[in-house]
């Protein structure tokens, strides 16, 4: 369910382009509310750690919830995930994680800097074939 093969194209400045099948999960509105509110469960219980351990739990606790919030509230507008692939640098060969995390927001393309040799690398998906 809302899960389509794709292609993954990351291209370098020069033109150069490298491909491989991926796999893309669109989020159903409950699946994104699930993950927000998994999101906010986990930054609570992190917080709690904090409350034993004297004046650092003064700063530490009201930044967890503010960040799990912050995070939650991005997390509802996420459409889906790219299902975590390694892909070669087209310049440097060096192989580069890509997808996976928290998913996107947009399905346009978005701009990554190489691991290795640090060019920036353009990600695009297509539809298979
Ligand atoms: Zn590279």
């Not at 490298?18 to 893309?24: A, H, I, N, Q």
């Not at 917080?47 to 009201?62: E, G």
């Not at 580069?96 to 290795?116: A, D, K, W």
Request: hydrophobic content about 45%.
């Amino acid at each position: 369910m809302g899960e389509r093969r794709v292609r993954v194209v990351l291209e370098a400045s020069g033109g150069e382009t490298v491909r491989r099948d991926g796999v893309f999960t669109e989020f159903t509105v409950a699946r994104r509310a699930a993950r927000s509110g998994l999101i906010v469960l986990v930054s609570v219980g992190l917080a709690l750690l904090f409350v034993p351990i004297p004046i650092i739990h003064l700063l530490a606790i009201p930044m967890i919830l503010l960040g799990g919030i912050a995070v939650a509230i991005r997390q509802l507008s996420v459409l889906g995930r790219l299902g975590p692939l390694r892909i070669a640098c087209p310049k440097c060969s060096a192989l580069n994680r890509i997808g996976g995390g928290l998913g996107v927001r947009s399905m346009g393309p978005r701009t990554q800097s190489c691991e290795s040799c640090r060019r920036e690398l353009v990600v695009r998906l297509e539809p298979p074939g």
